[in-house]
């Protein structure tokens, strides 16, 4: 499975190259700072098309064909970009991109757990930290390529780089489940009324999407609010390489944490942590401050993200996991779009303080909504312990009920 944490690493390394230089295509073309937001959200937008439409497949047999066309898009929707000068032509490129990302990570997330048998979270946790490593190096990797080229450069390198990732998959077969057509189409009408029905998958869902949407915000936003302040290239590719890395470090402490006081409740006040720096960051007078804050603000998402996943898989039944944690990342792409296409208007007509702001405040309000759906009870044992105690546990009452 080495090839899948390659993949994912060189894939974010390209996206959040991506994210890093907006500032600097903004700059060189002359886009409009309310555009930036169309670049950013057309990646989520095509991503939640990807994951609902396509990741099934992943499930029916093209596993590794899904895979195989997820590296492909992604390295055409890099190297695209490298070729692009007009506002559209980067919203396709990075449409492609966003799409490619949403074929890689299902097939890919499925392989592991088929395949690691008890060391299923230990192995999604290598993953993650895969996918993490990818978006805390390729920042200073980008803006060292831009400094020494043009903006152009980091693109085409890593659109290359990823290309390339496809020959060590040519001869990978993933591991394929049975599929009985007729069962799963009996489940799958019926799969997502059931969990939406239930008030604990909504609050989990809930607190995935806070976090998600927070994402869409900042990737319009991060660099062009520093790039405003007076941050140049470099510094701005290494503050995202500064919020990135806390998550890397402790990602696999992070879970242990959840598993030890319940994901619920870990990722809930993580997320409630996050609110106060978001509101702050457009009312910071200096560019350290805000890094400064990045760096809690990156320790407290390491526990959020692998909380909320736990989160909706203890609130959903075992029949149900898969959809449930497709459901949750369909939930959260949606998410991130909206916070992407409203944030860099909102940005360009009010200010950065204002933007920021209103984003915090979307984000406690979501998480209010979550809170008072399942309020967080913190459990005396730890969640492992629980269920080794009780067993199966029995199916949650809906909303309906």
């Known amino acids: 499975m080495r090839q899948l944490y390659l993949i994912a690493a060189v894939t974010m390394a390209g996206v959040s190259a991506v994210f890093a230089l907006l500032a600097e295509l903004e700059d060189r073309y002359g886009l409009a700072t309310s555009t930036l937001g169309w670049i950013a959200g057309s990646a989520f937008v095509a991503a939640l098309v ?6 099934r497949y992943a499930d029916r047999g093209y596993a590794t064909r899904l895979l195989r066309a997820g590296v492909v898009a992604s390295a055409v929707g890099l190297l695209w970009f490298a070729a692009s000068t007009e506002l559209w032509q980067f ?8 799409a490619g990302v949403g074929m890689i990570i299902p097939p890919a997330r499925r392989a592991i757990v088929i395949s690691a048998g008890s060391n299923q979270g230990e192995q999604l946790g290598v993953f993650y930290s895969a996918y993490l490593a990818g978006f805390v190096f390729g920042p200073p990797v980008g803006g060292l390529l831009t400094v020494l080229g043009d903006v152009r450069l980091p693109f085409l390198v890593f ?25 799963s189409d009996g489940v799958d009408r019926r799969v997502l009324r059931r969990l939406i029905a239930d008030r604990r998958i909504v609050a989990a869902l809930l607190v995935i999407v806070s976090f998600r949407y927070s994402i869409g915000v900042f990737e319009p936003l991060w660099a062009t609010h520093l790039d405003d302040l007076g941050a140049g290239t470099i510094l701005i590719t290494l503050s995202l390489t500064g919020f990135a890395l806390p998550m890397l470090l402790v990602a696999r402490h992070a879970g242990r944490m959840s598993d030890r006081f319940g994901p619920r ?42 909380g909320s996943q736990a989160a909706i898989a203890d609130a959903s039944q075992e029949k149900d996991a898969a959809s449930a944690q497709g459901l949750g990342e369909a939930a959260g792409s949606a998410a991130a779009a909206v916070g992407a296409f409203t944030a860099a208007p909102l940005f360009d007509w009010l200010g950065a303080g204002p933007a920021w702001l209103i984003a915090a405040i979307t984000m406690l309000v979501l998480l209010s909504l979550s809170w008072a759906l399942d309020p967080p009870a913190r459990p005396t044992k730890s969640v492992a312990t629980k269920r080794t105690a009780l067993g199966p ?3 949650q009452p809906s909303v309906d009920s």
């Open 265 to 306: 409740w870990v990722s809930l006040l993580a997320a409630l942590a996050t609110v106060p720096m978001m509101a702050t960051y457009g009312y910071s007078p200096t560019i350290w401050l805000i890094l400064a804050m990045a760096i809690p603000h990156g320790l407290m998402e390491a526990m959020l993200s692998p």
């Open 91 to 98: 919203i396709a490129a990075r449409s492609l991109l966003g």
């Open 159 to 183: 659109g290359l780089l990823t290309a390339a990732s496809l020959f060590t998959i040519l001869r990978m077969e993933l591991p394929e489940a049975e599929f009985d057509p007729d069962a």
């Open 50 to 55: 990807a994951q609902l439409w396509l990741s």
């Open 393 to 395: 546990q029995p199916e």
